[in-house]
């Protein structure tokens, strides 16, 4: 036997229940069903939140149309001549590149008021000056691409498409490795055309709104487009070539110039943020303006221009924080491509999750198998303790993720059964050993009243009697609100079973006063009186001889045995115990043997009727009985009459 307490076949029964659940796992892990991806996600941000947040480049730099702008420049929409000042007094300041994260989708609403009654001399319209300066270089305009699901239609806008190449790998599914749009939201073409290049701001959070994953290419008409991040990056480090490996359908990589970036089955990058909001430094745009912005806070640097102003600003959530702006979302993006810091997953990550989980599972149920619950539930804290911070230390000094979900899913699937189905074989053995148990106690109770029986054939009729008054009694009894606690189902039968043996002490009672016709004198009536304790003398030294000890059935059989001859009042014997002192089983034993004794025929007196018993018990009620045990035979008085009936017919 090992210290599980379990035989070889049903120690290899559990540890076969617990391979189940380690198994399904290692093949969710593979597949990935819905529900579980949620929760995985769920880990992921959890993890986010736990790792060493990787600190932000120096080449990014946000100019913030805020409040204060607001205030001193006028409401937005300014007018495009004045967002043309500030591309204008950025790049005189020395930006690398400019994004706006805006879009100019109508005509500026100043331009058809503001002309000159001489059309010769009138002003330039605002939307032609911010052409003119879009012209001039090292903008990136930013548009919208929508997914309704209809045919692809570009709706007159001019947008910037890159040539893609994409290489697949040899089982090429056929499904496309990104995204694909039906449509545009866009710039004025006039100045789309204007500008060197454009690219997409589409961030969609997952299901739950955190926005984790960012698409950096997508197809709209049969052309592919990069998003503003990716436009931005290629234009500052002058990258020409721009293409995408595909690995399997849940891993690729993007390659831009010389930078790989890791992205899943559908272009999306796991941004790796930087911290909580305003990480990247925020320069109001009426600094810029203004003239009171150091140089140095923008030179050489991408520059996204957006709004955060009250009513103008798009913020989403990430992992790190629920109020976070859109402008920030494409500058950290911008800043992981630059810095080439990514999160990234192993394009066999979804294997290697589904190894670590049949390790971790398998490591588990041999442990409880070997040693028990108590050192699985010990080795399980510990396990998943260090897959877990394994975890947090890969994200935090390589941006890796692997996931621990699945290898926990699968050590506590492996737990839980692996206990569930010990205490389910321990149960079945407990009451494989319950139930012989009580084929030994019957066969005790049997061996004794054929001893009884050999002595005295009368005795041995009476005790089996004695059984079912026992159980009738004991039953109705039960109802009684003083004994329901006491006389559960378990204890009825107990009682009853061992009610029989209540006479045995008179094996030990000479024969010529057992079998004595009529009255017994007083010397005998004496020793007659001894057989309680003969009876009692007989357990105790069973016990003795075998070694048990508090044993609750063994205990019941001397409470019969000993007090079944005790009187309400006192005056009964052996110990002429008093009331509540006599144990119930005692209090009910006096009562079924007085009525046994005084219905069926016996040497000392002939019987009585039942009625007539009835009334002997009824007048004992207070004195010989406990005045509840005397109420609930009157209940069942008639059922006792049927059982004595019945003991007549097989004599």
């Given at each position: 036997m090992t210290r599980f307490g379990l035989g070889p076949i049903r120690r290899r029964l559990v540890l076969l229940c617990g391979l189940v659940p380690v198994a399904a796992t290692a093949v969710l892990a593979l597949y990935r069903p819905p529900f579980l991806a949620r929760i995985d996600d769920t880990v992921y941000d959890v993890l986010m939140r736990s790792a060493r947040t990787a600190p932000r480049g120096n080449r990014i730099a946000i100019v913030d149309i805020d409040e204060r702008s607001l205030a001193a420049i006028g409401q937005w929409p300014w007018r495009r001549d004045r967002v043309a000042e500030l591309i204008s007094r950025l790049r005189t300041l020395g930006a690398s590149t400019i994004a706006l994260d805006i879009i100019f989708a109508e005509q500026d609403r100043f331009d058809a008021v503001e002309r000159a009654a001489d059309d010769s001399i009138r002003p330039r319209a605002p939307d032609e000056t911010l052409a003119a300066v879009l012209r001039q270089g090292h903008v990136i305009l930013g548009y919208g691409l929508t997914f309704d699901g209809g045919v692809p239609n570009l709706h007159g806008c001019v947008l910037h498409p890159i040539s893609l190449a994409v290489q697949h790998p040899r089982e090429d599914t056929g499904e496309a490795p990104y995204f694909r749009a039906d449509s545009a939201v866009c710039s004025l073409p006039a100045l789309a055309a204007a500008a060197d290049a454009s690219g997409f701001l589409n961030a969609a959070p997952d299901s739950d709104g955190i926005l984790r994953r960012v698409p950096l290419v997508a197809e709209l008409g049969g052309r592919t487009y990069p998003s503003l991040a990716v436009a931005a990056t290629a234009a500052t480090t002058g990258a020409k070539d721009i293409s995408l490996h595909v690995a399997n359908v849940n891993a690729a990589s993007l390659r831009i110039g010389d930078r790989i970036v890791p992205v899943d089955g559908k272009s999306n990058l796991l941004v790796r943020y930087r911290g909580r909001k305003k990480t990247f430094p925020y320069l109001s745009a009426a600094d810029v303006m203004n003239g009171r912005l150091d140089p140095e806070a923008v030179r050489g640097k991408i520059v996204f221009v957006g709004t955060t102003a009250l009513g103008t600003r798009e913020v989403v959530a990430t992992p790190l924080d629920t109020l976070f702006a859109g402008v920030e979302v494409q500058a950290t993006v911008a800043d992981n491509l630059l810095e080439q810091s990514y999160i990234r997953r192993s394009p066999l990550g979804a294997m290697l999750e589904s190894s670590a989980a049949l390790v971790l599972g398998l490591t588990i149920a041999m442990l409880v198998a070997a040693a028990g619950v108590a050192a699985g539930v010990v080795g399980y804290a510990a396990a998943t303790s260090g897959v877990w911070f394994g975890a947090v230390w890969l994200l935090s000094t390589d941006g890796l993720f692997v996931s621990p979900l699945f290898p926990m899913i699968a050590a506590a699937g492996a737990l839980a059964v692996m206990t569930l189905a010990k205490f389910g074989v321990e149960r079945r053995r407990a009451e494989s050993a319950g139930r012989e148990r009580t084929a030994a106690q019957r066969l005790m109770v049997q061996t004794l009243l054929s001893l009884t029986e050999v002595r005295d054939a009368e005795t041995g009729r009476h005790s089996r009697r004695t059984q079912?008054?026992?159980?009738?009694?004991?039953?109705?009894?039960?109802?009684?609100?003083?004994?329901?606690?006491?006389?559960?189902?378990?204890?009825?039968?107990?009682?009853?079973?061992?009610?029989?043996?209540?006479?045995?002490?008179?094996?030990?009672?000479?024969?010529?006063?057992?079998?004595?016709?009529?009255?017994?004198?007083?010397?005998?009536y004496a020793e007659m009186q001894k057989?309680?304790?003969?009876?009692?003398?007989?357990?105790l030294k069973a016990e003795q001889q075998v070694g048990v000890r508090d044993d609750a059935t063994l205990a019941m059989a001397k409470d019969i045995v000993y007090t079944h001859h005790e009187r309400w009042d006192g005056t009964g014997y052996p110990r002429r115990l008093h009331g509540t002192e006599i144990p119930v089983p005692g209090r009910i034993m006096a009562l079924v043997d007085v009525y046994d004794a005084a219905v069926s025929r016996n040497l000392y007196r002939p019987s009585i009727p039942h009625e007539q018993a009835v009334i002997l018990i009824t007048a004992g009620k207070g004195t010989h009985f406990d005045p509840a045990?005397?109420?609930?035979?009157l209940s069942v008085a008639n059922q006792f009459e049927h059982i004595s009936r019945e003991a007549d017919l097989r004599i």
């Open positions: 079912e008054y026992a159980r009738v009694l004991a039953s109705a009894l039960a109802h009684h609100e003083d004994f329901h606690a006491y006389l559960t189902t378990a204890c009825v039968d107990l009682l009853s079973s061992l009610a029989p043996l209540h006479d045995i002490g008179k094996v030990g009672i000479p024969d010529h006063i057992l079998n004595k016709p009529g009255p017994l004198t007083p010397d005998e057989h309680p304790s003969l009876g009692r003398d007989v357990i045990v005397v109420d609930a035979f």
